[in-house]
Protein backbone atom coordinates (compact mmCIF):
# COMPACT_ATOMS: atom_id res chain seq x y z
CA UNK A 1 0.00 0.00 0.00
CA UNK A 2 1.23 3.32 -1.02
CA UNK A 3 1.26 5.73 2.11
CA UNK A 4 1.85 9.74 1.67
CA UNK A 5 3.47 11.42 3.90
CA UNK A 6 1.29 12.39 5.99
CA UNK A 7 -0.01 8.70 6.71
CA UNK A 8 3.78 8.01 7.39
CA UNK A 9 3.71 10.44 10.29
CA UNK A 10 5.16 9.21 13.53
CA UNK A 11 2.44 9.92 16.37
CA UNK A 12 4.38 10.55 19.90
CA UNK A 13 4.18 6.58 20.55
CA UNK A 14 6.47 6.49 17.89
CA UNK A 15 4.41 4.03 15.97
CA UNK A 16 3.22 5.22 12.04
CA UNK A 17 -0.33 7.03 12.52
CA UNK A 18 -1.49 4.43 9.97
CA UNK A 19 -0.70 0.84 9.02
CA UNK A 20 -2.08 -1.98 6.84
CA UNK A 21 -3.82 -3.43 9.10
CA UNK A 22 -7.98 -4.20 8.45
CA UNK A 23 -9.95 -3.20 11.92
CA UNK A 24 -13.23 -4.86 10.78
CA UNK A 25 -14.72 -8.15 9.40
CA UNK A 26 -17.69 -7.71 7.53
CA UNK A 27 -19.91 -10.67 6.72
CA UNK A 28 -22.68 -9.55 3.64
CA UNK A 29 -26.22 -10.57 4.07
CA UNK A 30 -29.79 -9.17 3.64
CA UNK A 31 -30.49 -5.87 4.72
CA UNK A 32 -34.05 -7.22 5.33
CA UNK A 33 -32.38 -10.17 7.71
CA UNK A 34 -34.17 -10.14 11.29
CA UNK A 35 -30.76 -9.86 13.45
CA UNK A 36 -27.71 -8.38 12.67
CA UNK A 37 -24.65 -10.64 14.49
CA UNK A 38 -21.85 -9.13 15.96
CA UNK A 39 -18.45 -10.30 17.54
CA UNK A 40 -16.60 -8.34 19.66
CA UNK A 41 -13.56 -10.60 20.57
CA UNK A 42 -13.68 -12.70 17.24
CA UNK A 43 -10.23 -12.57 16.93
CA UNK A 44 -6.71 -12.79 18.63
CA UNK A 45 -4.62 -10.81 16.20
CA UNK A 46 -2.53 -7.84 16.83
CA UNK A 47 -1.43 -5.54 14.26
CA UNK A 48 2.61 -5.89 13.51
CA UNK A 49 3.40 -2.62 14.33
CA UNK A 50 2.68 -3.63 18.04
CA UNK A 51 4.43 -6.98 17.70
CA UNK A 52 3.35 -9.61 20.54
CA UNK A 53 2.74 -6.33 23.23
CA UNK A 54 5.42 -8.07 25.21
CA UNK A 55 3.39 -11.19 25.87
CA UNK A 56 4.72 -14.87 25.32
CA UNK A 57 2.70 -15.95 22.43
CA UNK A 58 0.70 -18.70 24.30
CA UNK A 59 -1.13 -15.86 26.17
CA UNK A 60 -2.85 -15.26 22.60
CA UNK A 61 -4.44 -18.42 22.74
CA UNK A 62 -6.43 -17.74 25.72
CA UNK A 63 -9.54 -16.15 26.68
CA UNK A 64 -7.61 -12.66 27.64
CA UNK A 65 -7.11 -12.16 24.34
CA UNK A 66 -9.98 -13.76 22.66
CA UNK A 67 -13.19 -15.13 23.00
CA UNK A 68 -12.36 -18.73 21.67
CA UNK A 69 -14.91 -20.23 19.27
CA UNK A 70 -17.27 -16.98 19.38
CA UNK A 71 -16.14 -16.17 15.62
CA UNK A 72 -16.92 -19.75 14.22
CA UNK A 73 -20.53 -19.43 16.32
CA UNK A 74 -21.03 -15.79 14.58
CA UNK A 75 -20.31 -17.00 10.98
CA UNK A 76 -22.52 -20.13 10.96
CA UNK A 77 -25.60 -18.05 12.46
CA UNK A 78 -24.93 -15.61 9.79
CA UNK A 79 -25.16 -18.13 7.03
CA UNK A 80 -27.95 -19.64 9.15
CA UNK A 81 -30.13 -16.15 8.91
CA UNK A 82 -28.69 -14.87 5.75
CA UNK A 83 -27.77 -11.96 7.94
CA UNK A 84 -24.77 -9.98 7.85
CA UNK A 85 -22.58 -9.99 10.45
CA UNK A 86 -19.78 -7.73 12.24
CA UNK A 87 -16.07 -9.19 13.11
CA UNK A 88 -13.88 -7.60 15.10
CA UNK A 89 -10.41 -8.34 13.50
CA UNK A 90 -8.04 -7.21 16.64
CA UNK A 91 -7.49 -8.80 20.11
CA UNK A 92 -9.60 -7.46 22.90
CA UNK A 93 -5.55 -6.88 24.06
CA UNK A 94 -5.22 -4.36 21.84
CA UNK A 95 -8.29 -2.40 22.69
CA UNK A 96 -11.57 -3.76 23.91
CA UNK A 97 -14.57 -3.22 20.75
CA UNK A 98 -16.96 -3.77 23.48
CA UNK A 99 -15.86 -1.24 26.15
CA UNK A 100 -16.59 2.59 26.01
CA UNK A 101 -14.19 4.87 24.92
CA UNK A 102 -13.54 6.25 28.48
CA UNK A 103 -14.08 2.99 30.51
CA UNK A 104 -11.00 2.49 32.66
CA UNK A 105 -10.56 -1.43 31.14
CA UNK A 106 -10.65 -0.06 27.34
CA UNK A 107 -6.99 -0.88 27.34
CA UNK A 108 -5.99 -3.80 29.53
CA UNK A 109 -3.04 -3.12 31.39
CA UNK A 110 -3.15 -6.92 33.50
CA UNK A 111 -5.70 -9.44 32.42
CA UNK A 112 -6.28 -12.77 34.50
CA UNK A 113 -2.77 -12.50 35.52
CA UNK A 114 -1.07 -11.78 33.03
CA UNK A 115 0.40 -7.94 32.75
CA UNK A 116 0.67 -6.94 29.53
CA UNK A 117 4.33 -5.12 28.97
CA UNK A 118 2.88 -3.14 26.40
CA UNK A 119 0.10 -1.48 28.00
CA UNK A 120 1.30 -1.17 31.50
CA UNK A 121 2.35 2.39 31.11
CA UNK A 122 -0.01 3.18 28.00
CA UNK A 123 -0.39 6.77 27.65
CA UNK A 124 -3.53 8.94 26.41
CA UNK A 125 -1.81 9.47 22.79
CA UNK A 126 -2.01 6.03 22.24
CA UNK A 127 -5.01 5.63 23.96
CA UNK A 128 -6.52 7.80 21.36
CA UNK A 129 -4.37 6.35 17.98
CA UNK A 130 -5.62 2.63 19.10
CA UNK A 131 -9.56 4.41 19.78
CA UNK A 132 -9.58 5.54 16.40
CA UNK A 133 -7.98 3.02 14.29
CA UNK A 134 -9.24 -0.05 15.44
CA UNK A 135 -12.75 0.94 18.34
CA UNK A 136 -13.91 3.26 16.03
CA UNK A 137 -13.73 1.32 13.14
CA UNK A 138 -15.26 -1.65 14.42
CA UNK A 139 -18.41 0.20 16.37
CA UNK A 140 -18.78 2.45 13.07
CA UNK A 141 -19.21 -0.62 10.79
CA UNK A 142 -21.53 -2.24 13.38
CA UNK A 143 -23.51 1.16 13.43
CA UNK A 144 -23.11 1.67 9.18
CA UNK A 145 -24.93 -1.83 9.31
CA UNK A 146 -27.89 -0.85 11.40
CA UNK A 147 -28.43 1.98 9.58
CA UNK A 148 -28.81 0.10 6.10
CA UNK A 149 -30.87 -3.02 7.97
CA UNK A 150 -33.66 -0.71 9.49
CA UNK A 151 -36.12 0.48 6.87
CA UNK A 152 -39.31 1.45 7.22
CA UNK A 153 -38.77 2.52 11.31
CA UNK A 154 -38.14 -1.78 11.52
CA UNK A 155 -34.94 -2.55 13.21
CA UNK A 156 -33.05 -5.66 12.68
CA UNK A 157 -32.21 -6.95 16.44
CA UNK A 158 -28.33 -6.99 17.50
CA UNK A 159 -26.99 -10.44 18.60
CA UNK A 160 -23.53 -10.19 19.94
CA UNK A 161 -21.58 -13.51 20.43
CA UNK A 162 -19.49 -14.06 23.00
CA UNK A 163 -17.85 -17.33 24.66
CA UNK A 164 -16.70 -17.72 28.08
CA UNK A 165 -14.16 -19.72 29.97
CA UNK A 166 -15.60 -22.76 31.37
CA UNK A 167 -13.51 -22.14 34.89
CA UNK A 168 -13.03 -18.64 36.74
CA UNK A 169 -10.60 -18.37 39.38
CA UNK A 170 -10.50 -22.27 40.25
CA UNK A 171 -14.69 -22.34 40.13
CA UNK A 172 -15.95 -24.24 37.51
CA UNK A 173 -18.98 -22.39 35.90
CA UNK A 174 -22.11 -24.19 35.58
CA UNK A 175 -23.99 -22.53 32.58
CA UNK A 176 -23.35 -23.48 28.94
CA UNK A 177 -25.04 -20.82 27.33
CA UNK A 178 -25.48 -17.41 29.45
CA UNK A 179 -28.08 -14.38 28.16
CA UNK A 180 -26.99 -10.94 29.13
CA UNK A 181 -29.19 -8.03 28.92
CA UNK A 182 -29.70 -4.63 30.40
CA UNK A 183 -32.68 -2.24 30.51
CA UNK A 184 -34.77 -4.34 27.02
CA UNK A 185 -35.57 -7.67 28.55
CA UNK A 186 -37.34 -8.00 25.27
CA UNK A 187 -35.48 -10.08 23.25
CA UNK A 188 -33.68 -11.79 26.60
CA UNK A 189 -36.86 -12.98 27.30
CA UNK A 190 -38.42 -14.54 24.28
CA UNK A 191 -35.11 -16.27 24.13
CA UNK A 192 -35.09 -17.65 27.02
CA UNK A 193 -38.46 -19.49 26.52
CA UNK A 194 -37.53 -20.75 23.46
CA UNK A 195 -33.94 -22.10 24.58
CA UNK A 196 -36.29 -23.63 28.08
CA UNK A 197 -37.48 -26.02 25.33
CA UNK A 198 -34.17 -27.42 25.11
CA UNK A 199 -34.40 -29.43 28.28
CA UNK A 200 -30.35 -30.33 28.88
CA UNK A 201 -29.44 -26.51 29.09
CA UNK A 202 -28.20 -24.78 32.02
CA UNK A 203 -28.83 -21.18 31.16
CA UNK A 204 -27.18 -18.18 32.72
CA UNK A 205 -29.64 -15.47 32.96
CA UNK A 206 -27.35 -12.46 33.43
CA UNK A 207 -24.93 -14.76 34.43
CA UNK A 208 -21.58 -15.23 34.02
CA UNK A 209 -21.64 -11.73 33.83
CA UNK A 210 -24.68 -8.69 34.53
CA UNK A 211 -25.30 -7.27 30.81
CA UNK A 212 -25.23 -3.94 31.96
CA UNK A 213 -22.48 -1.73 31.14
CA UNK A 214 -22.26 1.79 30.40
CA UNK A 215 -20.70 2.34 26.86
CA UNK A 216 -20.29 -1.43 25.67
CA UNK A 217 -21.08 -2.39 22.38
CA UNK A 218 -24.72 -3.40 23.20
CA UNK A 219 -24.79 -0.17 25.10
CA UNK A 220 -24.04 1.93 22.44
CA UNK A 221 -25.94 0.41 19.46
CA UNK A 222 -28.96 -1.24 21.33
CA UNK A 223 -30.18 0.78 24.85
CA UNK A 224 -29.06 4.26 23.46
CA UNK A 225 -30.71 3.68 20.09
CA UNK A 226 -33.98 1.80 21.28
CA UNK A 227 -32.77 -1.04 19.26
CA UNK A 228 -34.16 -4.88 20.06
CA UNK A 229 -30.48 -6.68 21.75
CA UNK A 230 -29.52 -9.99 23.22
CA UNK A 231 -26.07 -10.65 24.37
CA UNK A 232 -25.49 -14.32 23.83
CA UNK A 233 -22.34 -16.20 25.84
CA UNK A 234 -21.34 -19.62 25.32
CA UNK A 235 -18.50 -21.71 27.36
CA UNK A 236 -15.39 -21.82 25.18
CA UNK A 237 -15.05 -25.50 25.80
CA UNK A 238 -18.46 -26.53 23.43
CA UNK A 239 -17.55 -24.48 20.77
CA UNK A 240 -13.89 -24.52 20.90
CA UNK A 241 -13.74 -27.25 17.43
CA UNK A 242 -15.54 -26.16 14.39
CA UNK A 243 -17.83 -28.92 14.82
CA UNK A 244 -18.63 -27.67 17.71
CA UNK A 245 -19.50 -24.22 16.67
CA UNK A 246 -21.83 -25.21 13.74
CA UNK A 247 -23.58 -27.68 16.58
CA UNK A 248 -23.99 -24.56 18.80
CA UNK A 249 -24.84 -22.44 15.83
CA UNK A 250 -27.80 -24.86 15.43
CA UNK A 251 -29.06 -25.01 18.54
CA UNK A 252 -29.51 -21.19 19.31
CA UNK A 253 -30.92 -20.88 15.61
CA UNK A 254 -33.23 -22.97 16.79
CA UNK A 255 -34.40 -20.90 19.46
CA UNK A 256 -33.41 -17.60 18.04
CA UNK A 257 -35.55 -17.88 14.88
CA UNK A 258 -38.98 -18.07 16.74
CA UNK A 259 -37.74 -15.45 19.38
CA UNK A 260 -37.30 -12.66 16.56
CA UNK A 261 -40.59 -13.86 14.96
CA UNK A 262 -42.13 -12.83 18.03
CA UNK A 263 -44.55 -9.69 17.90
CA UNK A 264 -42.98 -6.48 19.59
CA UNK A 265 -39.66 -7.77 18.90
CA UNK A 266 -38.52 -5.76 16.04
CA UNK A 267 -39.55 -2.50 17.26
CA UNK A 268 -38.00 0.67 18.21
CA UNK A 269 -38.42 0.84 21.76
CA UNK A 270 -36.42 2.65 24.78
CA UNK A 271 -36.14 0.84 27.83
CA UNK A 272 -33.89 2.56 30.39
CA UNK A 273 -30.16 1.04 31.15
CA UNK A 274 -30.04 -0.25 34.66
CA UNK A 275 -25.93 0.12 34.70
CA UNK A 276 -26.01 3.03 37.30
CA UNK A 277 -28.62 1.03 39.69
CA UNK A 278 -26.73 -0.29 42.51
CA UNK A 279 -29.41 -3.01 43.50
CA UNK A 280 -29.60 -5.76 41.79
CA UNK A 281 -31.73 -6.46 39.05
CA UNK A 282 -34.72 -8.67 38.96
CA UNK A 283 -33.96 -11.85 36.84
CA UNK A 284 -36.08 -12.85 33.53
CA UNK A 285 -38.03 -15.66 35.58
CA UNK A 286 -39.18 -13.41 37.79
CA UNK A 287 -40.14 -10.66 35.35
CA UNK A 288 -42.02 -13.37 32.94
CA UNK A 289 -45.55 -13.07 33.51
ZN1 LIG B 1 -16.38 -11.47 24.77
Known amino acids: MKMNLEE ?66 TRAL ?16 LIDPNRGADDPTLVMRISDGALIPANAHIDDTEI ?10 YRDAAAAQLDRMTTNGIPPAIVSI ?3 TPIWRGTPRPW ?7 GDARLAQALMGELEAQPDLTIGDNEP ?12 LGTMRGIPHILIEIRQDLIATQAGAQAWAGRIALALKPALARAGIRMIERHPSHARSQSRRPALTRTRA
Not at 78 to 91: D, Q
Not at 209 to 220: I, K, N, Q, V
Open 176 to 182: QIGLLWD
Open 78 to 93: AAMFEAPAVLSRFSRL
Open 209 to 220: YDGALEGDTLYD
Open 8 to 73: TALSSAGLPDRDDFTPVELLAGRPDAAALFLCDHASNAVPKTYGSLGLPPEQFARHIAWDIGAADV
Open 162 to 164: HSF
Open 128 to 137: TRRTQQYWQP
